[in-house]
T-cell receptor, first 114, second 113 residues
Framework: EAGVVQSPRYKIIEKKQPVAFWCNPISGHNTLYWYLQNLGQGPELLIRYENEEAVDDSQLPKDRFSAERLKGVDSTLKIQPAELGDSAVYLC????????????FGEGSRLTVL | KQEVTQIPAALSVPEGENLVLNCSFTDSAIYNLQWFRQDPGKGLTSLLLIQSSQREQTSGRLNASLDKSSGRSTLYIAASQPGDSATYLCAVRPRNQGGKLIFGQGTELSVKP
């Protein structure tokens, strides 16, 4: 069975440009997470979805970040405009249940903003 | 607010040693605790999940324990191998924070041949 799939794996952009990341969770997983990981740090939650509903987006910088999960399967995370400090790895994860299920992560999308 | 700490930040051992990685958390009201492995430039691989009602979980050479009352978990790796070299992250699921995982900063393990 396929794991969590993310694309692109790597992205290099100039500051002020837009960027988008895509995530396909494990089939049947209703809960989807986007995490941000800076170098040498543990991941930090940006947003959590239960099906189509964003149930926790308190850490998402809404002035420049947006996310959607249409139809409750794939999700897209967008940054517009990107800033130098956005350089990081963006990780997507999914789980069967919202509160107690095991999380499975994708390979991540590494963003470099020049 | 839940905080997760991992000590040491880095560890280097010779091949064959048994070793223990430590994780501590400040609030014992958790659903579960999960240990992950992360190789350089890669995503996180789930190693073990311990529910709050459990005290330990085992998988191969790995054994993880959970002591909620003291806010501690340990990951024991038996007979370490160079292929075990990676960063190990622990994460807890607080009961009062909507089910999200709170991560420690990780322990970078290097096993020398």
């Amino acid at each position: 069975e396929a794991g969590v799939v993310q694309s692109p794996r790597y992205k290099i952009i100039e500051k002020k440009q837009p960027v988008a990341f895509w995530c396909n969770p494990i089939s049947g997983h209703n809960t989807l997470y986007w995490y941000l990981q800076n170098l040498g740090q543990g991941p930090e939650l940006l947003i959590r979805y239960e099906n189509e509903e964003a149930v926790d987006d308190s850490q998402l910088p809404k002035d420049r970040f947006s996310a959607e999960r249409l139809k409750g399967v794939d999700s897209t995370l967008k940054i517009q405009p990107a800033e130098l400090g956005d350089s990081a790895v963006y990780l997507c994860a999914s789980s069967l249940t919202g509160s107690t299920g095991e999380l499975f992560f994708g390979e991540g999308s590494r963003l470099t903003v020049l | 607010k839940q905080e997760v700490t991992q000590i040491p930040a880095a560890l280097s051992v010779p091949e064959g040693e048994n070793l223990v990685l430590n994780c501590s958390f400040t609030d014992s009201a958790i659903y579960n605790l999960q240990w992950f492995r992360q190789d350089p430039g890669k995503g996180l691989t789930s190693l073990l999940l311990i529910q709050s009602s459990q005290r330990e979980q085992t998988s191969g050479r790995l054994n993880a324990s959970l002591d909620k009352s003291s806010g501690r978990s340990t990951l024991y790796i038996a007979a370490s191998q160079p292929g075990d070299s990676a960063t190990y992250l622990c994460a807890v699921r607080p009961r009062n924070q909507g089910g999200k995982l709170i991560f420690g900063q990780g322990t970078e393990l290097s096993v020398k041949p």
